[in-house]
């Protein structure tokens, strides 16, 4: 049975990155709501940030020190005030490359503390100075910020696109970041070592129960929040297809053919290279996952036959 999807809605990598460019090009700032802006950045991926009290929150740093300075230069345009904290929304380098440049002007990093590692490695390239290392805020599962008549909320709703995804709540202004959980017009990628598909799957309905009329997506088009359930769409029934394929002992060789029988087509969606790898890397990951699940015969303990009597 074919599962119907919106006609914009997923892109291969390649051609989403060339959209985004050119989106850029065209209009690189929006305003989401009064001081809250996004943006994209030169490698695609989106960031935004907010005014908060004296001072402005950025989410995600961008790739490098070039993107960071960048994005720097337009929150000084847009809202005049010193950047005080930066959420990374993940540890991916797209999103999290940029942190030490934020850093240095003065910026708290706050991250997942699953994802405190990668964030830490990207502050502190090696070659860094013992005595200059940098360090993180690293949230468990929730953090509050308040200031002047802003409220923002971070949350951590368990592992999915990567064991230490964060999402940011505006709820008065009903703007959501959302990372690389949601993609708006963009296929998730779902190629992380620490990816957790099935996890992705039940964390996206209660993403969708969120209070959100806008979203800054971490790929793809600013605004509508259409890639909430666009996203888990396309997660679910890539869940499925790669059990589907285990159960049928498709070799990894022949995934792409599978995958390219209508019963097995999702509408809108090419069979891209990145649309057959993240079915791949789903059938590995559950795969290594029943693997940790299953006892190995040598840890089976059996029971030890009892002397026999004289």
């Known amino acids: 049975m074919k599962k119907r999807f919106p006609s914009a809605l997923l892109l291969p990598l390649g051609l989403m990155l060339a959209a985004a460019s050119a989106a850029q090009d065209r209009a690189p700032l929006q305003k989401m ?87 830490l490695a990207s502050l502190n390239p090696s070659g860094s100075p013992a005595g200059q290392r940098l360090g993180v805020v690293a949230v468990a599962d929730r953090l509050m910020f308040v200031g002047g008549s802003r409220r923002a909320e971070i949350y951590w709703l368990g592992t999915a696109h990567t064991r230490g995804d964060l999402v940011v709540l505006l709820p008065q202004e009903k703007v959501l970041f959302s990372g690389d959980l949601a993609l708006t017009a963009s296929l998730p990628f779902m190629r992380s070592p620490d990816a957790d598909p099935p996890g992705w799957e039940r964390t996206l309905p209660r993403l969708a129960a969120a209070p959100v009329e806008t979203m800054v997506p971490g790929h793809g088009q600013i605004g509508p929040r259409a890639g909430i359930a666009d996203t888990l769409a396309y997660v679910r029934r890539v869940n499925a297809l790669s ?68």
């Open 33 to 119: 709501a009064e001081g809250v802006w996004a943006s994209p950045t030169d490698n695609g991926s989106n960031v935004g940030w907010f005014t908060l009290g004296d001072g402005v929150v950025v989410v995600d740093a961008g790739r490098d020190a070039a993107a960071a300075r960048r994005i720097l230069k337009d929150v000084a345009e847009t809202a005049a005030k010193p950047v005080r904290y930066v959420v990374i929304t993940h540890a991916h380098g797209d999103h999290a490359g940029g942190a030490r440049t934020f850093a240095e002007a003065g910026a708290q990093i706050i991250c997942q503390e699953n994802a405190a590692p990668g964030v």
């Open 243 to 310: 059990t589907q394929l285990l159960q049928a002992r498709v070799p990894e060789e022949y995934v792409h053919v599978e995958l390219r029988k209508p019963e097995n087509r999702i509408e809108n969606v090419a069979v891209s290279d990145d649309h057959v790898a993240n079915v791949k890397a789903v059938m590995k990951l559950e795969t290594e996952r029943v693997a940790k699940a299953t006892p190995s015969p040598a840890s089976v303990r059996r029971p030890t036959p009892s002397p026999k009597g004289r």
